[in-house]
């Protein structure tokens, strides 16, 4: 239930006054304000593995992140969007960016506004279009990169990467997922080229209450409760 008494659908997170809606992308949608929301692109993680002696891996990551990015924008068309930070792998990835990847990054700020959450793999300005922030707070709703587990406030977040895991008729599922708690949201990793960290590890347990619902995300938004997990 939210504030006003009525019944949220699976997919429908319900923080503060305002009603959010997780996309089956990992992008997390607000409505009323049009504002849309990703975190944890990691854009050039391809390109820093490599430059650092690492796995190859193919090198379109970068393209395969934006295209759902862009898809999101197209369908939703958001007047702000939100990154929560580590939008890039690091600041040299950033500062490599192919002539065509930054032509797409302006055009998606066309129309609306872009704010760049700073986050631990990011933690600089970067030369592209949009305000740089370590926080941002809109209708009392804080946007950062890492949860503060010290604080109280409505808080949207990234960082951790959440998926869950469930057995369906013997088979094992591992999803990026949603993790909502109390008067926080983790969003997954939106990012082709990220892992994932399982909400049942002590990292993200530690913020888990009785009302803890897991979103996970794919063809359609699927909701738990923390206590159905594997």
């Not at 369906?168 to 082709?192: D, E, K, M, W, Y």
Request: aromatic share 6%; proline share 5%; with cysteine.
């Amino acid at each position: 239930m939210n504030r006003s008494g009525t019944s949220l659908a699976p997919h429908q997170i319900a923080l503060s006054d305002a009603t959010l809606e997780a996309q089956p992308s990992g992008a997390l949608w607000w409505p009323e304000r049009k504002v849309l929301i990703v975190a944890d692109l990691h854009l050039g993680k391809a390109e820093r593995m490599a430059r650092e002696g690492g796995t190859l891996l193919p090198p379109y990551e970068t393209a395969e992140t934006l295209d759902r990015l862009d898809a999101e924008v197209g369908r939703l068309r958001p007047r702000l969007v939100i990154s929560l930070g580590d939008s890039f792998d690091d600041l040299a990835s950033a500062a490599s960016l192919g002539e065509e990847i930054v032509l797409r990054l302006e055009r998606l700020s066309a129309g609306r506004r872009l704010i760049w959450i700073a986050g631990n793999h990011d933690p600089g300005p970067v030369n592209l279009p949009g305000s740089h922030l370590d926080v941002a707070v809109i209708g009392g709703v804080h946007f950062r990169h890492i949860a503060n587990p010290d604080r109280q406030d409505m808080e949207i977040s990234g960082h951790y990467h959440p998926k869950a895991r469930l057995t369906v008729q013997g088979r094992r599922i591992s999803r990026r997922c949603f993790f909502v708690s109390g008067n926080r949201v983790i969003l997954p990793a939106f990012g082709t080229y990220t892992g994932g960290l399982d909400v049942t590890d002590s990292a993200m347990a530690q913020f888990a209450g009785s009302d803890t619902r897991i979103l996970m995300t794919g063809k359609k938004i699927v909701a738990l409760s923390y206590r159905q997990l594997d």
